[in-house]
């Protein structure tokens, strides 16, 4: 059974930084995608970033558009540890971010910004971004 499990939430000013962590355990992954969701009030699950792996030396890095330049993710080279450096943060990236994981190396968009794609989820880690 996977357990992800995140921290790193909190609250900080606009304009400040913070870096989420996400520990996968339970089993090892030999290819897989990564990835962080978040939903603020009101609104619905959103794709933030992932991270592929196909079991090589090459992986590949997918943004949400609007974060890109601003979130970074990143693992960790035992393949355990999935991170999320946010800076800039603005009051609009509120939200309670989710770590999420899959079984299967994703490419393509469609796939790995959906959340239905992703067979097992962490509890989420809340930020809160004061203005």
């Known amino acids: 059974q996977v357990q992800l499990v995140e921290s790193g939430g909190g609250l900080v000013q606009a304009g400040g930084s913070l870096r989420l962590s996400c520990v996968a355990s339970?089993?090892?992954?030999?290819?897989?995608?990564m990835g962080w969701f978040r939903r603020a009030p009101g609104k619905e699950r959103e794709f933030v970033a992932a991270?592929?792996?196909?079991?090589?030396?090459?992986?590949?890095?997918f943004y949400q558009d609007f974060l890109r330049g601003r979130f970074t993710i990143s693992r960790d080279n035992a393949n355990t540890t999935l991170y999320l450096q946010m800076s800039s943060l603005k009051p609009e990236d509120t939200a309670v971010y989710y770590c999420?994981?899959?079984?299967?190396?994703?490419?393509?968009?469609?796939?790995?910004?959906?959340?239905?794609?992703?067979?097992?989820w962490g509890q989420g880690t809340q930020v809160t971004v004061s203005s």
């Open positions: 991270i592929n792996w196909g079991g090589g030396s090459s992986s590949y890095a």
């Open positions: 339970g089993r090892t992954f030999v290819g897989y995608t």
């Open positions: 999420a994981a899959s079984d299967h190396t994703y490419y393509s968009r469609t796939r790995y910004s959906s959340a239905g794609m992703y067979e097992y």
